[in-house]
């Protein structure tokens, strides 16, 4: 018995250890640009959670939460949860779009970054989506891609375990886990989910697992448990292009701008298959500054664009240059769309998808299922190559979830977009049997996470509002037409980029320089005329010193109409659909777009008058320091033009 109080102290200490206690520490801002967030009400902290809850004093880990607090005076006591998909994508990293949500008029929102996310630690392999886009971007044979990338995510792979990290611990059980703890820590004891894509398997475990306090769910582009929608990729981006390509031919408009538009694909990616096309890109997540577009490139643009609902009405036009081969334009695509890789952490997305998704998927069932589309090029090889991958990234232990089937009586909106290419509607049909007071929402010409479309954020505010009834959503806001009177211009978009994503001083300044030249030359010659007037002197010295006076006056006048147009137009276009911008400019304002030309020929002109004035000694000095202002203007005008490429024919 004289070991008895040891062994008792032994037993107690064990009940002690079982876990690492949850826990969540306010902090500062994580965020580089924490500047444009002040006076924002923002509660920055981490939720400090033990790696894997079934082992006594394992690791902890440290997940990064936003809580953004709603600007009315009594909120309502039940928050909304935000839950990326990807999986491996970060919600705190979309807090500028969060920040305007109509939501915050009533609620909290709480962005939290998963386990192996964003701004949560340990971090995983956030470089890996770049590795992916530089291998698409060599032309690779469809093995070499898989065997180079399935190394690259081997060496992630390699990298976590020498780091510690137990990969059985990152997966959508935890995860859920961790969002079901953390609500009581922030004094909650209800509160609603808003998930999209893979947060929706999240979401969906928490309704299992951890129904308390949940009041309302929003599942949108869900992904049901157990379904085989990854073997089914090939079939799923082909019906989504054939319907879009029938509706394209069920629209007078679009049919007559881009006739036989199915045909148009089919050809286009055999095309490009066969002969490759090399372009240089100003951008380092490309080897070598450059991208070959092959077919399997076409493919992967085209279902990215049928993501999102405002790049859809562009389809036609995205394609229509694909055919042209329009270089400029196409580079405007390729950096549009592989900075989307950019925001997963795809040593987490491993992680998940291995051992929850590929379970249920096959090899086997993915190339049946390529097969049945003989025009498809064997499906899209950065899909087919996560078979490979997983084969060596299943980590084992990890049961898929929701080996039962789900039913529960909380309130849920389920969202799917009728050209969603990866979740298709047939998603959200599935699952809705077994949440059974729940409203099922298919948006014509919807895409994928519909609930960052601008048209929906009020519905999806109302139904968190009343979450008893059916949302009404306006069919026409949501089913935008066909942009078919966009005229090509790849600069438009490069310069848009530049100056509001990374302005240089070099080219604000010789903005500056343009604006201030040109308003001084409009604003100098009217008043100099009135000046002398009242003073009851000559006007003019002679007819060429008036003419050169008129032509620089009428010059630096188009030069502030040209810029004062051009603003007005990206604005409006940033308002009805920013992504117009990444093709050109309406043709409603190609008189605008053409004044460049007319500048180059007065230019001209005004040389020959300045020549002329020079031989004769026939002006004054004020005369020749604004001729020489406003010619400097005009110099720096045409190369600014010119150098973005802003010349539309």
Sequence with gaps: MKYFPFLLLLVITHGYAQRIP????????????????????????????????????????????????????????????????????????????????????????????????????????PALGDTMVKLLSRDLTEEMYISEYTKAAEACKQDLLKRGIDLRAYNSTESAADIAELMPLLGFRTWN??????????????????????????????????????????????????????????????????????????????????????????????????????????????????????????????????????????????????????????????????????????????????????????????????YFVCQSWNIGGVDPPG??????????????????????????????????????????????????????????????????????????????PFVTDIRSNAGVFQIVSVLLENPQIKDMALILFIVIAFTQAVLFWPVRGVVRKIKKKPGWRSDIERNLAGLGYLTALMGLLFFIAFAVMIVRLASVNPYELVIGFPRSYLPVMVIPYIMLGVLVLYAGLIFTAIKRRSWSAASKFQTILVVLGCAAFLYFVGFWGLFPL
């Design 22 to 125: 949850t826990s969540f520490e306010p902090t500062h801002c994580f965020l580089q640009d924490s500047a444009a967030l002040r006076g924002r009400k923002i509660q920055w902290g981490y939720l400090t959670v033990p790696e894997r809850r079934d082992i006594p004093n394992n690791r902890s880990l440290k997940l990064a939460v936003a809580v953004l607090k709603c600007t009315a005076a009594a909120p309502a006591g039940d928050p909304v949860v935000y839950l990326d998909g990807g999986p491996g994508g970060s919600a705190i990293d979309k807090l500028s779009f969060w920040m305007r949500h109509p939501l915050l008029a009533k609620r909290d929102i709480i962005l939290v970054d998963l386990r192996g996310t964003g701004h949560s630690t340990p971090g995983f392999c």
């Design 193 to 386: 989910i808003l998930s999209a894509s893979y947060g929706t398997r999240v979401a969906l475990i928490l309704m299992r697992d951890h129904p308390e306090g949940i009041r309302s769910v929003v599942l949108d582009s869900p992904v049901p448990f157990r379904v085989d929608y990854f073997d089914r990729n090939t079939s799923n981006f082909s019906e989504a292009l054939n319907r879009i390509c029938r509706k394209c031919e069920a629209d007078p408009a679009c049919k007559q701008a881009f006739p036989d538009m199915r045909r148009s694909v089919d050809e286009l990616i055999q095309d490009y298959e066969k002969h490759p096309l090399t372009l240089s890109v100003p951008d380092t997540r490309f080897a070598n500054g450059r991208f070959v577009v092959n077919g399997q490139d076409v493919m992967l643009l085209m279902q990215q664009a049928l993501y999102d609902t405002r790049v859809m009405p562009l389809l036609p036009l995205l394609i229509d240059q694909l055919r042209k081969r329009n270089g400029p334009l196409i580079v405007n695509f390729l950096q549009l769309f592989s900075s989307q890789t950019s925001g997963i952490d795809y040593g987490t997305y491993y992680c998940v998808m291995c051992n929850e998704t590929m379970p249920v998927n096959s090899l086997a069932g993915f190339d049946r299922d390529a097969a049945a589309s003989p025009r498809m090029l064997g499906g899209l090889v950065n899909y087919r190559a996560e």
């Design 403 to 480: 080996h039962d089937t789900l039913s529960t009586q909380i309130p849920s909106l389920i969202l799917s977009g009728e050209m969603d290419p990866i979740t298709p509607p047939g998603n959200g049909r599935l699952l809705q049997p077994g949440l059974n007071h729940s409203f099922l929402m298919e948006l014509p010409m919807g895409g994928h996470a519909l609930s960052f479309e601008d048209n929906l954020l009020s519905p999806i505010a109302g139904f968190i509002d009343n979450p008893q009834k059916k949302p009404v959503f306006d069919a026409g806001k949501t089913s935008p």
